[in-house]
Structures are given as C-alpha cells and as structure tokens.
C-alpha cells in the first residue's frame, strides 16, 4: 500500500520528468519503462533532443571561428594549441599554481580528482583568469557546443593519478554523459602524455546517424537491473563492438602540449585514458549542460555576473546540507595549492 501511495505521488513528477534532461532509467519508471521504449519513448525523446540541439546551434554558430565550428561539427569537439600567447600563459600557470584556496576531492579507482571552484575569490586574486574566461571566441565556442548562452561551471580541476590499487575507475570506461548534448573542455595548464592517461574521444559519435539510434533504442529495452549501476542513470558504457555496430572508429586518445584547449560535446562517446605512470595534471575544467528541449538560447539567470561564480559554492554547500538524502562525493580537503600532493 505505502509503495503504491507513493507512486501516485511522484507520478506528476516522473511524467514531467520527460520534458527536462532526465535520464535516469532506475529513478523514473517512465523513462526506464520496457513496454514505453519499445513503442519508441527513449529515442523519440534523442531525436527531439537531438533537433533543438542543431537549431540552437544553427542560430549560434556565426559567432564561431569558422575553423572551430567546422572541426567540432565533424569530430564532436575541437583541440586548440596556443590558445593564450606564451609569455601570458606562463603567468598565468604560475598564478594558478600558486593560489591557495579551499579544495574538495573524490577519488575514483586509482585516481583522486580534486576541484577548487573559480570564484569570486581567486577571480580577484587572479585578474588574467577573469579575462581568459571572458574572452569572446571562447566563449561563442562554448556556447556552441552546449548549444546555449549559457556560463559554464568552471574550476581549477587537478587529477592525481597511480595514487594505490583503488579498484575500476569508471571514468576510463568508454561512455556518453547523457542523451543530449553538454559541454566539456579541458585547458591544461601540464602537456598530457599517452602514458598519463590523455582525454579520449570517438570521432564523429556526437552525431545521432540511424546506427546510434538503433544503439539507443536497443540499450532502452535492457533491463535497468540487470546493467551496470552508471548505464541504468542515463551514462551509457559501451564496447569497441557497440563502435563496430554504429559504424564508429575507435576511442582515439589525444596526447596535448601544456595550453591546449579542448571543448567536447559529451554526448560522444569518451573516456580518460588509463595512465600508466603516477602523476597529476592541471587544467581549467568547465562544465555546461541544461534541459534540452528548451527553444530559447538564453535565459539563465544564474548566467548572469555576480551568480554565475557563485553557484558551485552554493550547489556544494546544498549537498553537504542534505547529504544523507542526495549524496555528497566531493568531500572537503582544506585549503590548497592545486598541484599539492597530499
């Protein structure tokens, strides 16, 4: 009786669910519904996803250099070399390396990712990283392949790697984010090695061909408990033979020099390499995903200066607050230099 109260409860919920960038097929009996999908509910929601996505990046892309939208269309993202001149990037490495601020880690299998948020503290402290953040062919770039105006959380994002026998890291494991699209970019202020365990990414997969939409139909019918805990909430782990099947070419890694941006439509399918050898790397770690079926470009209010690098403190301290009902994998670590070992 209680289990059936509390479906008709939350069935206005899950039924509202559908018209955001929910994806989650454990949570939400609709969305993870066999007989629904099998009449087409997962992939009619891809491909309306899919088709306000190139409308809002059709009304976008003049604001794009036309080399980056071109190698973004084609691959799902683009890598820039240089994209800050070397006598500025050098200060602003050095400034980066040398803030002190407070810091939160997770580690996942061997490997611990710690984030200190860009706010309005180290902005003050570090006018350069307000400027670069702030420059304009980044930023058209970033709204083009998030397909909105909208500000990215952004942070200063060390990962340490080799750090003991932590068990599978499942951010190596081939996957797509969700079913729609988001924005990803890395700018590392370190070069990344093949053996350091590069950004990896297939070629071409952030395009919904009829293979990736017979992939998604299928993966809609599998049984969300019998699958692997992150591909029942909405993150796909696929295999080199799924690339086969979709007429992909293998997961390619991209070994960078040091100041090298990369901006990724997460919707493809990427991993972050194993790394063979211990170590950490630095980089600017931007983060943009919003409801994907909405028509407007704009319209974020927390976009707006003065919220925008507010909110990963707010959204931090929200989760520390309600821990016990929504989690809190990023746990407070003090304050720190973003290259401090321990």
């Known amino acids: 009786m209680a289990s059936s109260f509390v479906r008709i409860l939350m069935a206005p919920v899950w039924l509202l669910q559908l018209a955001t960038g929910a994806k989650s097929f454990l949570d939400n009996p609709l969305i993870g519904s066999h007989t629904l999908n099998r009449r087409g509910l997962h992939v009619a929601r891809v491909r309306l996803a ?10 976008l892309a003049k604001a794009v250099r036309v080399d980056w939208r071109e190698a973004f269309d084609r691959d799902g993202f683009v890598a820039i070399p240089n994209i800050i001149p070397d006598e500025e990037f050098a200060a602003l490495r050095d400034a ?50 998030a397909s909105y105006r909208t500000t990215p959380l952004h ?14 890291d499942p951010q190596e ?33 952030h395009r919904f061909t009829p293979e990736r939409l017979d992939w998604e139909y299928n993966r809609s019918l599998a049984d969300p408990r019998a699958i692997d805990r992150l591909s ?24 960078v020099a040091a100041n090298t941006l990369v901006v990724a439509d997460t919707v493809g399918f990427h991993a972050r390499a194993p790394s063979t050898i211990g170590g950490e790397r630095v980089e600017i770690w931007s983060y943009a995903r ?4 909405l028509p407007w470009l ?26 016990s009902l929504i989690g809190q994998p990023w ?3 003090g304050r720190r230099r973003p290259a401090d070992c321990d």
């Open 290 to 293: 919003r409801n994907p079926f």
């Open 232 to 255: 029942a909430r909405g993150s796909p782990r696929i295999s080199a033979r799924d690339l086969e099947v979709m007429h992909l070419p293998p997961l390619e890694k991209m070994a």
């Open 96 to 145: 980066i390396l040398g803030y002190v601020g407070d810091a939160r880690e997770m580690q996942q299998g061997d490997a611990i990712t710690r984030r200190m948020a860009i706010d309005p503290a180290m902005l003050q402290a570090i006018p350069a990283l307000r400027r670069l953040l702030d420059r304009r062919d980044i930023r058209a770039l970033q709204h083009y392949v």
């Open 298 to 323: 704009g319209g974020d209010l927390l976009s707006v200066p003065g919220l925008a690098e507010r909110r990963i403190g707010w959204v931090w301290a929200l989760r520390d607050r309600f821990e």
């Open 50 to 59: 899919n088709a306000m996505c190139l409308w809002r990046r059709r009304r």
């Open 331 to 333: 746990k407070p670590v």
């Open 173 to 205: 494991t081939m996957h797509a984010d969700s079913f729609h699209a988001s924005l990803k970019s890395w700018l590392f202020l370190n070069p990344v090695a093949i053996e350091d365990g590069p950004f990896s990414y297939v070629r071409g997969s």
């Open 155 to 168: 942070y200063i994002q060390t990962i340490v790697s080799k750090i003991g026998d932590g068990g599978d």
